[in-house]
């Protein structure tokens, strides 16, 4: 099984913390719909076996008209084979998606809506430069819940000034709508961006990692007691409900990327497409790929081995890492992970390692202490 991600690249206005490729003019969005058609076309070969999921991210997929995701659909049935039922999800920001177009978007394929509140409060929707208002998301978020099943919402934690209350009343009103999935992401400043430039400025005060550490470890105990599974550091479901995307993505399955500055993945290679609108459409109207692509090597793997695995619920399975990396770094793995489970933050049942409660805001760096950098040639073929 494999996984497609399409990647649309186009939003009314930038979010203040956004660093992803985007564009806020959509003059040049139906010669880049052609130019990914072609794309598809040309990389129809990269794939093994049937699509399990179809994921429309961006930028922001929900500016497509339903003819337009109804016509790259086509092409993908046209061009890939497909499971029985593939879980297709189209992001989607709350300004987009009124009764017409929720309406519309039903009766398609996509079968699953992945809805970009962030918050509830206006004070925090402007900050970030969200169309959309708060009263916006909630009748927003009630009327999709209508017409999908299968609905994820995404909120974010951690933004300067937002108190553990103010947190904590986002998350009751996630449970009130019972959406059945949520994606939490604590505010991540990154380079180049306005929220970054605002806080050097002091326009905006610093995120807190003390602040955000508080409203994660809320956020796991209040959708525990809601009866959400957290299957992944970032991902809470309600059973039957885990994103087959995103369980695809953390377990390493080979997943195909489609439009500008979308990256791809076949368990060997990585490649990326260049980040550049304009760029991407002369190439593929030319038939040709704009595309880098970077062979990893046995230490690479398994560094996103540990990354991966450590971040979902499931955990690390020592005996599969030493089938398929070697004795050599399984030994590794387990002696770096001894500090670790003596502090309590990683705990080892039976050949299974994983990341405790106490451990888990603290995920991505007990994985990278348990990274390996200097290995030498001979070393990668044992």
């Known amino acids: 099984m494999s996984g497609l991600y399409l990647h649309i690249p186009f939003c009314k206005q930038a979010c203040h913390y956004c660093d992803f490729h985007f564009s806020t003019s959509l003059k040049k969005k139906e010669p880049l719909l052609r130019a990914m058609e072609n794309e598809l076309q040309l990389r129809k070969n990269e794939l093994k076996g049937p699509l399990e999921t179809i994921y429309f991210g961006g930028g922001t997929p929900s500016l497509l008209t339903s003819e337009e995701i109804a016509r790259l659909l086509s092409v993908i049935s046209d061009t890939f084979s497909l499971e029985t039922s593939p879980e297709i999800t189209l992001e989607a920001n709350p300004d987009d998606l009124s009764e017409a177009v929720l309406e519309q978007l039903a009766k398609s394929r996509v079968n699953r809506l992945s809805i970009g509140v962030q ?4 004070q925090d929707l402007k900050l970030m430069n969200r169309a959309h208002t708060a009263g916006e998301a909630w009748e927003v978020m009630q009327r999709a819940l209508d017409y999908f099943e299968n609905v994820s919402m995404d909120l974010i934690y951690g933004i300067p000034d937002m108190s ?7 998350l009751e009103k996630a449970f009130a709508l019972k959406v059945p999935h949520l994606s939490c992401y604590a505010l991540t400043v990154e380079p180049r961006t306005a929220l970054k430039k605002f806080i050097e400025k002091g326009i905006v005060p610093p995120v807190e990692d003390e602040a955000a550490q508080q409203h994660h470890e809320l956020l796991v105990k209040a959708t525990k007691e809601e009866g959400y599974v957290n299957y992944e550091f970032s991902n809470f479901g309600k059973p039957g409900y885990a994103s087959r995307n995103n369980q695809g ?9 489609i439009g500008p500055s979308a990256h791809s993945y076949d368990g060997r290679q990585r490649s990326w497409n260049i980040a550049n609108n304009a760029q991407y459409i002369r190439a593929l109207q030319r038939e040709i790929l704009p595309i880098e692509r970077e062979t990893l090597t046995k230490t690479d793997r398994y560094n996103e081995y540990v990354m991966t695995r450590l971040r979902l619920q499931e955990g690390m399975d020592l005996n599969v890492l030493e089938t398929t990396f070697g004795t050599l770094y399984r030994d590794y793995a387990e002696q770096q992970a001894a500090t670790h489970i003596a502090q309590g933050y990683l705990l080892q049942q039976g050949t299974t390692l994983r990341v405790s409660e106490k451990g888990k805001f603290l995920s991505d760096g007990i994985a990278s202490d348990l990274f390996l950098v200097h290995l030498n040639p001979s070393e990668e073929t044992q």
């Open 164 to 170: 553990l209350g103010r947190w904590e009343e986002n």
């Open 249 to 257: 993505y953390w377990l390493g399955k080979p997943y195909l990327g």
């Open 119 to 122: 918050s509830f409060f206006e």
